[in-house]
């Protein structure tokens, strides 16, 4: 068995030595720079992963795990243009760095991208599953975006909904991207089933270690500016339980940072922050993540590979709950 | 053997009968907006045609037609966003109804459709070829597309590149339609690649009439207002031979139209149409559509089946090249 990070070196190199050799340039060069920026891969490397607890050969599945990388970075690429976000991973996102339009095409280039490299020999007998799965999650995706959207003009949007918007727009894939890596490798439906519990439970966890970090991360590591889904009023967890638990004086402050127009952006922050600390929201955030965190480890419990095997999902989990960027 | 009118009612029916139950509305309603909208449904017919060639029970690929005309839907929400076109089918576009980013996503969604669509009830025999030439297809449309706005800043556009262009954006689609039919109903591979040429020359044909109709059309009969490729300076077939063949003053009154930021409608339109009948860019494109609809015979005639049954596919064809709309 490889370590994950072993996995990652094999997927990025796989990556990297992708020829879009197709033309025109205008529609691939974007294609070939979103890729060139980098991330964590954590969906192939789950998937490389989830194969490799019941075959060795990870390199035959290097297609679908490179699909299932494509698939994600098309979908920042489209919310980076909705949402209207300057900039992803320290670089200019496609539509700075070309224009719109480019972003829109581009990104249904690399939706069909995906697609063929998902069935790019993929065995028939495993073929239809995987597609449908795959379509499902992407469907489910669009569906978690457009929750995500229908939130900025609400203020009462409930816990619940915030936690089926993230299981949508982010758990799923991850999930899917260790499901499909089970089923090709020979899993038994229930071990599938498992793993794809664990994602689930490990991306919603995920998201909300990320809404976490946005406020209270460490700002000498976490690479976006600490404060910005602050700055943009953006419907975190954080967000939506001060709205819910605030009392009134507070809530009354925090509406009026949520309508200021004009205002010092070190100010609202701290200000915000100061609200949040008040009402208890990063406890109870932090709770969460360990609620979601112990539910991914009893879904992997699970699963009928020997607990050595499971040893570097477990380790992958705790590294990503345990992160400061 | 079904007729066409017969085949359109078929699709149609199915179509007006698709539910999309899934949520969120804000989603799913603009798909069901565009699918409302109607339009000739050319592809999911030929589909259903050229199945027609070799088995009787249409019914049994209605999930692949429509999944062809979900994908076609798709890409004219995508396109109208990125032309920035307020009408479609004389009802207003996605983006004029709700906003871009609903037409950016719901676009995005009515792709992933259109492959569960076109996987569903497909026979797994059938299955990976299907999917691998609907995959293919939809990539050369987006480079297509590419292309056709790259040519907006170019006034060196050579034929063979427009030719090239709508191929691309156009033919594909029609050829990669009947191509499927064929494949479901169980036809040969030189039958299937002779209906997949057949619809690619009749792709470039149909193009060419729709540019030769935007200037040559009977206002009357003509859905669109005449003259429309013109004052946007659309790089059609007429402006290319138009900007190759005109003579020194030609070119220059010509290119003082397209330079043009003020002007009276009415008044470009009937200069250029002027300039595009001394230049002789409307017989060209007529010739043109002769040429390719000849060859789209000539494939057809080598397809394996009697002649009868194609009588259907050649009425059609006919009925396209002859069209007022």
């Known amino acids: 068995m490889l370590k994950s990070s072993e996995l990652l070196e094999l997927i990025n190199t796989h990556i990297a030595e992708l020829a879009f050799a197709r033309k025109p340039q205008g529609l691939y060069a974007p294609v070939s720079y979103v890729l060139s920026l980098g991330g964590k891969r954590i969906r192939p490397v789950l998937m490389l992963m989830a194969y490799n607890l019941y075959k060795n050969d990870v390199n035959s599945i290097l297609n679908q795990a490179t699909g299932i990388e494509v698939y994600h970075n098309y979908t920042l690429l489209h919310d980076d243009l909705m949402d209207k976000a300057d900039r992803r991973r320290g670089k200019a996102t496609v539509h700075k760095v070309w224009n719109e339009n480019t972003a829109i095409l581009s990104g249904d280039a690399m939706l069909v991208l995906a697609y063929q490299f998902m069935a790019d020999g993929c065995p028939s007998a495993s073929l239809k599953k995987v597609l449908d799965l795959f379509s499902l999650t992407a469907l489910e995706i669009c569906e978690g975006q457009q929750y995500d959207m229908d939130f900025e003009a609400r203020l009462d949007v409930t816990e619940a909904e915030y936690i089926e918007m993230i299981r949508l727009k982010t758990s799923v894939l991850l999930a899917a991207s260790l499901k499909i890596g089970a089923w090709l490798g020979g899993a038994s439906e229930e071990d599938a089933s498992g793993l794809y519990d664990f994602g689930m439970n490990l991306g919603v966890a995920f998201q909300l270690k990320d809404d976490w970090l946005d406020v209270y991360g460490n700002p000498d590591v976490f690479g976006k500016n600490i404060g910005g889904d602050i700055l943009c009023n953006k419907k975190t967890y954080l967000l939506i339980q001060a709205l819910e638990h605030a009392g009134e004086e507070q809530s009354r ?73």
Chains 1, 2 share one sequence.
């Open 253 to 325: 402050k925090l509406r009026r940072w949520l309508d200021a127009a004009e205002y010092e952006p070190a100010e609202k922050i701290a200000s915000v922050k100061e609200l949040y600390d008040e009402i208890g929201v990063g406890r109870m955030c932090l709770q969460k993540i360990e609620e979601y965190t112990a539910l991914a480890a009893k879904s992997l419990e699970k699963v009928s590979v020997p607990s050595e095997a499971k040893a570097e999902l477990k380790d992958l989990m705790n590294r990503l709950m345990n992160r400061e960027v």
